[in-house]
């Protein structure tokens, strides 16, 4: 045999052996990687960690689309509907931190004149009416707060849309016509919420089962 030849024949050999990232830099372009990446000659001495990254990889980008019409978001939404659930949801909230706040109906205004002064009982009352809910409060909204009255009037007012509301809105309105396989995850803040309200009995909202 020609020692040209033979010398091809042990190079392809031992470069034919490497994984693909040795071998699109020492032997091919870029745009010839994957051709010959299916080949069983070269894929054959791959190292099985390898496609065990690839078999994962390929798992994440498969996964299906999720989508989740739990009962709790629902209930939120018909509280934030009725003014009267709202103001009750935050009076709770009130009371399990202060006490004397409105101990008898000659008193049932008196909570919401609760200065909010104290940045430990500011952020305890506000975590549970947040919790109780299912709104959140916004950065500046948080800083102008300075009295229960001004954080009720913020969960009485008209919530803006949030992104992604309509297409929420479409799947609860058609969940009966949707594919088994498409759920829906909720956003992490809602997710935080959740798992708040499930680890926290207190808060006074069912589970999820």
């Keep these: 045999m020609p020692r040209a030849l033979l010398h091809i024949l042990v190079r392809t050999t031992t470069l034919a052996s490497q994984p693909p990232r040795s071998l699109s830099r020492s032997l091919i372009r870029p745009t010839l990687v994957a051709p010959i990446h299916t080949r069983p000659a070269v894929t054959a001495n791959w190292p099985l960690s390898w496609f065990t990254g690839k078999a994962n990889d390929e798992q994440v980008v498969e996964s299906d689309i ?12 018909q509280i934030a509907l009725d003014p ?3 103001r009750g949801a935050v009076r709770e909230a009130v009371l399990a931190h202060v006490s004397d706040a409105g101990a008898t109906d000659s ?13 430990s009982l500011k952020f ?13 409060i916004p950065n500046l909204t948080l800083n102008n707060i300075t009295t ?6 913020f969960f009485l ?3 803006e849309p949030r992104k992604g509301a309509v297409v929420k809105e479409f799947f609860e309105e058609n969940e009966n016509e949707i594919p088994p396989n498409v759920q829906f995850l909720p956003s992490v803040k809602e997710q935080r919420l959740a ?11 069912k589970k999820v089962l």
Excluded: N, Y
């Design 195 to 205: 798992s708040q309200r499930e680890k926290d009995p207190a808060l006074g909202t």
């Design 66 to 77: 999720t989508f989740d019409t739990g009962f709790e978001d629902k209930e939120f939404a």
């Design 157 to 159: 007012s008209k919530r």
């Design 124 to 136: 305890k009352i506000l975590k549970d009416a947040v919790t109780k809910t299912g709104r959140d």
């Design 107 to 119: 008193t049932e205004s008196t909570w919401t004149r609760i200065e909010l002064a104290d940045p």
């Design 84 to 86: 009267e659930k709202v």
């Design 148 to 153: 229960v009255q001004d954080a009720l009037d």
